[in-house]
């Protein structure tokens, strides 16, 4: 078969003996260059980080036109500071000088770094000279310290976070798919939808056009400034018509959401019990009869719900239905079952003291209830009630997390087992269906490689596999009620994997042994080029000879005709041993190659044999033509 241009130009330098290809140098992607050194994003930027200081500045009187020129005195920089930290930073020097700028912008920028902030490559003399690139940095970081970096959702924190949460709030929304900070908010729809899922009054979003971008934003922008008293920052324009909004504006301006709407959200909710006394005009035996008979009930009703809440705090649940069943139960307990005693035991107190005051009043003698009927008594049975209750509620709770946590522990579980035993499927079913038998050396040396690299992708699915046996320790030695289970599929990973380094193993065994085997037959395949090419020059040279046509003039020419061609006949018996060492050769050849063809050499061992028998019969031809000559000078002389 023909060899494609590249493969020919990688042949050609392993000839001359290259162990590298250029090849390798011309696949490598250039690295992408970083957003700002991207006009449109340098002005995206400097837009929406000049809005977003504004937004606090204003809290001071302040508005700044540029971030590049109006920080570069260090004032408006640390009063932003100020502003945002909710503390003062250090006093200021009034002076115009240079100096006096430099070193008020060092105290902003020591501010920032005492905050936990790297700012290597940031000086002050850069802001003071209005950098602009170092400027936006400058603001990028102090925007990522004071407004993204405390954002916190679901166990996950600052640029994360707040991709979770516009996640979370945009999910039901048709059109809008959260994935990142750029091209996610083109349309403008995520942002309508994050407003319209906090305040559906002020959006209506069924009437939004996903074509529609540069409305779409423009409206979302109007609707935050005028009802959120979120300042515009972004350009409506702009965003649509760049291929890749700047990451950095649109994670500001998104920043700003949130924090508008975690604050709204926040709300207190209290609940007041008001005992009231009832019927304070009862007559004496009436409310001694009534304190009786409450006073029993009551302590019954205590000494029945004390080993209740016990057992509720005692007894470990084993499913999160359970746990929340419990929970059900105490909370309807503790809001619908116990404020009715809580009123009895109110109303136990206010009758006893009623009782006491009418009956020291008119002058008779003290109430004395029953033995363990006491106020003091049923204080104390009251006071053991809630010390009882005291933590049953948080430890439900609590209880309730680690199941859930044991529930979402067991679903990573599951997801990395799936995806791993899916990767050892597929790996596998790889392994059994390369073709290696029909592969040639250069398939098998590319091959070869391409096994060396897996080396790295197994050792990223070991730390897989490292990571669900953790998984499922932990939740074994946590008690999952599924710990059978879990520890069942954990083992028959741990077989998968076993299987899997037999089959790799198996797989590079069959390459190297197709190498050899491939590499015998090149040698070979070389060695039978280096003897086919020059017998064949010889039998084309030697035919020539036998061909060429002659004249003489004397019986000295035709005797060293015959002198030359006697020579050419003593010499075929070592050409014939070279023609069979060939022959051999190619047998050799055959025994071992199933397939493809010399890349050596266009020669083929018939082709040989039939030059070969084809010179053998022209030299008795010869033979006769110098025998005629002969005869032919005998009769001229």
């Not at 009703?301 to 004390?306: P, R, S």
């Not at 239905?321 to 419990?326: D, H, I, M, N």
């Not at 053991?384 to 044991?406: A, C, D, P, W």
């Not at 025994?591 to 040989?608: I, K, M, Q």
Request: proline letters at 3%.
């Amino acid at each position: 078969p023909r060899l494609s241009s590249k493969r020919k130009q990688w042949y050609q330098r392993r000839v001359r003996g290259d162990k590298h290809s250029s090849d390798e140098s011309e696949s490598e992607e250039p690295t992408e260059k970083e957003g700002l050194l991207d006009p449109a994003w340098e002005r995206q930027q400097a837009k929406t980080f000049t809005a977003w200081c504004n937004s606090h500045l204003r809290k001071l009187g302040i508005h700044i036109e540029s971030v590049a020129q109006d920080f570069r005195s260090g004032v408006n920089l640390v009063k932003l500071l100020e502003v945002i930290s909710g503390g003062e930073i250090a006093r200021l020097e009034t002076g115009k000088m240079r100096i006096h700028k430099v070193n008020n912008v060092k105290k902003a920028l020591d501010f920032v770094a005492s905050k936990g902030v790297n700012l290597i490559g940031i000086g002050a003399e850069e802001i003071v000279d209005g950098n602009l690139k170092m400027t936006l940095g400058m603001i990028w970081t102090i925007i990522l310290r004071f407004a993204i970096q405390d954002i916190s959702v679901e166990e996950m924190s600052a640029k994360e976070g707040l991709l979770l949460w516009c996640q979370k709030k945009t999910a039901p929304y048709k059109n809008v798919n959260v994935t990142n900070f750029h091209t996610s908010f083109k349309d403008g729809l995520a942002f309508c939808a994050l407003i319209h899922r906090h305040r559906p009054d002020l959006i209506d979003y069924n009437h939004l056009r996903k074509e529609n971008a540069v409305y779409n934003l423009q409206y979302a922008f109007e609707v935050a400034e005028k009802e959120l008293d979120i300042p515009i920052m972004l350009d409506a324009n702009d965003i649509a018509s760049t291929m890749r909004p700047d990451e950095r504006a649109i994670m500001t301006y998104v920043s700003s959401y949130y924090h508008a709407f975690a604050s709204s959200q926040q709300a207190s909710q209290a609940a007041n019990r008001i005992c009231k006394v009832l019927n304070v005009n009862q007559e004496n035996e009436t409310l001694m009869e009534e304190y009786e008979a409450l006073a029993s009930g009551l302590l019954e009703w205590i000494e029945h719900m004390i080993p209740w809440i016990d057992q509720m705090r005692e007894q470990r649940a084993s499913s999160i239905s359970e746990v929340k069943a419990r929970l059900e139960e105490f909370r309807t307990y503790r809001l619908t079952v116990k404020p009715p005693k809580t009123e009895e035991k109110g109303k136990l107190i206010t009758d006893y003291n009623t009782l006491q005051t009418k009956l020291r009043l008119s002058n008779r003698p003290a109430f004395l209830p029953s033995e363990g009927k006491l106020i003091n008594d049923i204080e104390h049975a009251w006071d053991n009630l809630e010390t009882t209750e005291r933590g049953v509620e948080q430890h439900l709770m609590s209880e309730l997390i680690r199941l859930q946590r044991l529930e979402h522990l067991f679903a990573r579980f599951s997801q990395k087992c799936d995806s791993l035993a899916s990767w050892i499927t597929e790996t596998k079913a790889f392994f059994k269906k390369d073709n290696i038998a029909e592969a040639d050396l250069n398939e098998l040396l590319g091959k070869i490689k391409s096994d060396d690299a897996f080396d790295t992708d197994m050792g990223i699915h070991r730390e897989r596999l490292d990571q669900i046996a953790n998984l499922a320790q932990d939740m074994v030695q946590q008690g999952f009620s599924k710990a059978a289970e879990v520890a069942a599929r954990s083992q028959a990973m741990n077989g998968l994997w076993e299987n899997l380094l037999v089959a790799r193993t198996k797989h590079r065994e069959d390459l190297e042994t197709a190498r050899e085997t491939q590499e015998k037959i090149d040698t070979m395949r070389l060695e039978f080029a280096k003897k086919a090419n020059p017998f064949n020059n010889w039998l084309e040279g030697a035919r020539e000879d036998l061909l060429d046509t002659f004249v003489c003039h004397s019986i000295e020419e035709v005797n060293s005709l015959v002198t030359a061609h006697e020579e050419f006949k003593a010499c075929l018996p070592e050409f014939h041993q070279i023609f069979l060492d060939i022959q051999q050769l190619q047998q050799e050849i055959d025994v071992v190659a199933t397939f493809g063809s010399n890349p050596y050499t266009n020669l083929e061992v018939d082709s040989l044999g039939t030059k070969w028998n084809e010179l053998l019969q022209l030299i008795p031809q010869r033979d006769q033509l110098l025998q005629d000559a002969i005869v032919k000078e005998k009769k001229k002389d």
